[in-house]
């Protein structure tokens, strides 16, 4: 059992929200769709549901050709962000009512209620309507129904947006290996790298509209087939610099160079871009070989253990990650430092020309 979009596209008068797209997902797979806002996975879902017909291509499920179909007449399990629920229903029927439109029997309707409401936490709620609830209970109510339908695509568009952070990061564990083991092809929307990292499975990776790469998750944050995938998955974005390389030299903004060591000594000269996630950046040189850069700070974020700073460098605009509190002053010229092994080489068309050297060793 497999969904296949086949040379898909959806334009909607003069836009294009999805760009011709061929994806395969496998039966019993774990797949997320990650970008920012609008960068096509809603989009993307609903062409995968039948709730919206492409513009061109076909889409084949189970081996059957359901372009067109009604989602009514699809076996699809959809949850969005903005939870959706039956008012005048409780808690209980709510979960029930996919249940009892299948058939099952009274016994088998409360076995699988309770076995989804007691996943969710919504055990001592069932009788209570959903507007007596939070919006996290409201969640987990529509997230309940979506897992008893026992559907064979299961779509969820950025489900634990509006949960807290515990309750998020047990379900974010324990969802995808229940509907994994149904055998379900799996579908979550995110626009957080770092719960497509904790999700696993593989990624695709969104940015207007057109998927740049999609693999296993770790293959694809280690070793981005481009610029513009490296940049979606990362936060704060990737950070960028232009760097020409000659005679074993790495010259980069405002006369500053150093010796290319590493993987950086086996580049051939020319003009590259080099780019390197947030929270390699550092404010204090921790290896020997590690390149100096000066800048001036713009603003610092203290988050509690860790301390987000903006940066100027020469025109460029970065962000560090680094640890610990930080007492800074905006305008106060900074050094920071960075380990070459883990620089990513792009080409100036934004190609990857080289992986950081800790991915590759990863």
């Known amino acids: 059992m497999s969904l296949i979009l086949e040379g898909v596209s959806k334009i909607v008068g003069s836009n294009t929200h999805i760009h011709t797209t061929d994806l395969t997902l496998e039966k019993g797979t774990m797949n997320v769709l990650l970008g920012p806002t609008l960068s096509g996975k809603t989009s993307l879902m609903r062409l995968m549901a039948g709730l919206d ?8 499920w189970d081996g059957r050709d359901v372009t067109g179909m009604r989602v009514q007449d699809r ?24 249940l009892r439109l299948m058939g099952k029997s009274a016994s088998q309707i409360k076995e699988e209620v309770h076995k989804a409401a007691d996943l969710m936490q919504l055990t001592p709620l069932l009788q209570r309507k959903p507007l007596e609830l939070s919006g996290g209970q409201q969640q987990r109510c529509a997230l309940a129904r979506a897992l008893v339908k026992n559907a064979g ?4 568009d950025e489900p634990l947006a509006n949960l807290d952070y515990k309750l998020r990061e047990e379900l974010r564990e324990e969802i995808p290996k229940l509907f994994e083991a149904s055998g379900a092809v799996f579908v979550y929307a995110t626009t957080e790298p770092e719960e497509a990292l904790l999700l696993g499975g593989n990624t695709a990776t969104l940015w207007e509209g057109r998927i740049t790469q999609f693999g296993p ?16 998955f990362s936060d704060p974005p990737m950070n960028f610099l232009n760097i020409t390389k000659a005679n074993n030299r790495l010259s980069f903004g405002d006369a ?22 947030p929270n390699h950046l550092e404010l204090h040189a921790h290896t020997a070989d590690a390149m ?8 610092t974020e203290i988050t509690g253990s860790e301390t987000f700073v903006h940066l100027d460098h020469h025109g460029d605009r970065w962000v560090g990650l680094v640890h610990g509190v930080q007492m800074l002053t905006a305008g106060q010229a900074l050094n920071v430092y960075l380990d070459p092994s883990h620089v990513y080489i792009f080409a100036q068309d934004g190609t990857l020309v080289s992986p950081a050297a800790y991915a590759k060793a990863a």
């Open 53 to 60: 017909k492409p513009t061109a291509g076909r889409v084949h």
């Open 256 to 277: 500053q160079s150093a010796e290319a060591k590493g993987s950086l000594a086996q580049l051939a000269d020319g003009t590259y871009m080099a780019g390197f996630r």
């Open 217 to 232: 998750t770790p293959s694809v944050y280690r070793t981005p087939v481009d610029a513009t995938t490296a940049r979606v």
């Open 292 to 299: 100096e850069f000066q800048t001036q700070l713009s603003v």
């Open 75 to 98: 076996k699809v399990a959809m949850v969005y962000q903005q939870f959706i629920n039956y008012p005048s229903m409780t808690v209980y029927d709510n979960i029930a009512s996919p």
């Open 153 to 156: 695509l299961v779509l969820l």
